[in-house]
């Protein structure tokens, strides 16, 4: 079986050797914020919730982990890291480097939730696909709030990195992607332009000054190529209103796509598309459910 590369995976499936409550801690620590429900789904689907639920429970009677109760939802709890339990899974070795960004009390967790939630119930659709298909993503293969650099000490946050590797016949085939979680919290033109963003890093080369320029012109480059040896897709994924509403902005990305000039080089070198979450947990992400940016019928992420 041969591997090619649109990506590197940084993570593993789930060990049944890794111990539940170490699992937690872990998934915490990555991805902020999640409820019982999504933890469950996450790593133990198919048994009673209990499951999760308790070693919860003793996490929190150990100073680790917290939760707030979400808001008409029949008393869910939404769970996080305590400063105790960010300082512990620093030291684990899936998260280094990764910055702890503890949540102090249960109303800046109540403020951190609607996004938070958001952004794991979609990567919980790539999860449950990648599951049905026999993919490789699992519970550490999507980090939320990556930072790039971009020129003129600017920088993009993209709400997630995506690692997923197709299992094919023969082929392993490793895919990145840069996600955006569109909850139609800000304006649709304010959406597009993160397109503009993303060509941006894409295009960006740092140059070097003074003495150094010399010793640093023979490896040139593209800042993002100290991470990725392709660059990642970029998907977004829509929610929080009606269709009509979703369709339009999904227009408007294409729109930005064919009106400025430093997108329209980026779609023709990195796919781009956006879905409606809905759609996603409905048909699946490898479903006909991703609009191409640069024009077509909708397809699976995969081959856009």
Same mark, same amino acid.
């Given at each position: 079986?041969?591997?090619?590369?649109?990506?590197?995976?940084?993570?593993?499936?789930?060990?049944?050797?890794?111990?539940?409550?170490?699992?937690?801690?872990?998934?915490?620590?990555?991805?902020?914020?999640?409820?019982?429900?999504?933890?469950?789904?996450?790593?133990?689907?198919?048994?009673?919730?209990?499951?999760?639920?308790?070693?919860?429970?003793?996490?929190?009677?150990?100073?680790?982990?917290?939760?707030?109760?979400?808001?008409?939802?029949?008393?869910?709890?939404?769970?996080?890291?305590?400063?105790?339990?960010?300082?512990?899974?620093?030291?684990?070795?899936?998260?280094?480097?990764?910055?702890?960004?503890?949540?102090?009390? =249960?109303?800046?967790?109540?403020?951190?939730?609607?996004? +938070? %939630?958001?952004?794991?119930?979609?990567?919980? $659709?790539? !999860?449950? &696909?990648?599951?049905?298909?026999?993919?490789?993503?699992?519970?550490?293969?999507?980090?939320?709030?990556?930072?790039?650099?971009?020129?003129?000490?600017?920088?993009?946050?993209?709400?997630?990195?995506?690692?997923?590797?197709?299992?094919?016949?023969?082929?392993?085939?490793?895919?990145?992607?840069?996600?955006?979680?569109?909850?139609?919290?800000?304006?649709?033109?304010?959406?597009?332009?993160?397109?503009?963003?993303?060509?941006?890093?894409?295009?960006?080369?740092?140059?070097?000054?003074?003495?150094?320029?010399?010793?640093?012109?023979?490896?040139?480059?593209?800042?993002?190529?100290?991470?990725?040896?392709?660059?990642?897709?970029?998907?977004?994924?829509?929610?929080?209103?009606?269709?009509?509403?979703?369709?339009?902005?999904?227009?408007?990305?294409? =729109?930005?796509?064919?009106?400025?000039?430093?997108?329209? +080089? %980026?779609?023709?070198?990195?796919?781009?598309? $956006?879905? !409606?979450? &809905?759609?996603?947990?409905?048909?699946?992400?490898?479903?006909?459910?991703?609009?191409?940016?640069?024009?077509?019928?909708?397809?699976?992420?995969?081959?856009?």
């Amino acid at each position: 079986m041969t591997t090619t590369f649109e990506a590197v995976s940084s993570a593993r499936t789930p060990s049944p050797v890794e111990p539940l409550p170490h699992q937690l801690l872990a998934v915490l620590g990555q991805h902020r914020m999640a409820t019982t429900g999504q933890l469950h789904d996450l790593l133990r689907p198919g048994t009673a919730r209990q499951t999760v639920s308790t070693p919860l429970n003793k996490l929190r009677r150990e100073g680790l982990v917290d939760y707030t109760v979400l808001p008409q939802s029949n008393r869910s709890r939404a769970w996080y890291l305590t400063g105790e339990g960010a300082r512990l899974v620093r030291d684990f070795p899936a998260l280094r480097g990764r910055p702890p960004y503890p949540i102090t009390s =249960a109303t800046a967790a109540s403020l951190k939730t609607p996004h +938070t %939630l958001t952004v794991v119930r979609t990567h919980l $659709a790539f !999860v449950a &696909d990648a599951r049905r298909r026999g993919d490789e993503h699992g519970h550490l293969d999507w980090t939320p709030e990556v930072s790039h650099p971009l020129s003129d000490g600017e920088k993009i946050i993209t709400d997630a990195v995506m690692y997923y590797t197709l299992i094919g016949e023969d082929q392993r085939t490793k895919l990145r992607a840069f996600v955006e979680v569109d909850r139609t919290t800000m304006s649709s033109e304010r959406l597009a332009s993160k397109l503009i963003e993303y060509a941006r890093l894409w295009s960006y080369e740092p140059q070097p000054v003074g003495r150094q320029r010399s010793r640093q012109s023979a490896v040139p480059g593209a800042v993002w190529l100290r991470w990725y040896p392709v660059f990642p897709r970029v998907l977004f994924v829509l929610t929080g209103a009606s269709r009509y509403v979703l369709d339009n902005r999904i227009n408007d990305l294409q =729109a930005m796509v064919t009106q400025h000039p430093l997108v329209s +080089t %980026l779609a023709r070198q990195v796919p781009l598309g $956006a879905a !409606v979450l &809905d759609d996603l947990e409905l048909q699946g992400p490898t479903g006909d459910v991703w609009v191409p940016l640069a024009g077509g019928e909708p397809r699976p992420w995969t081959d856009l």
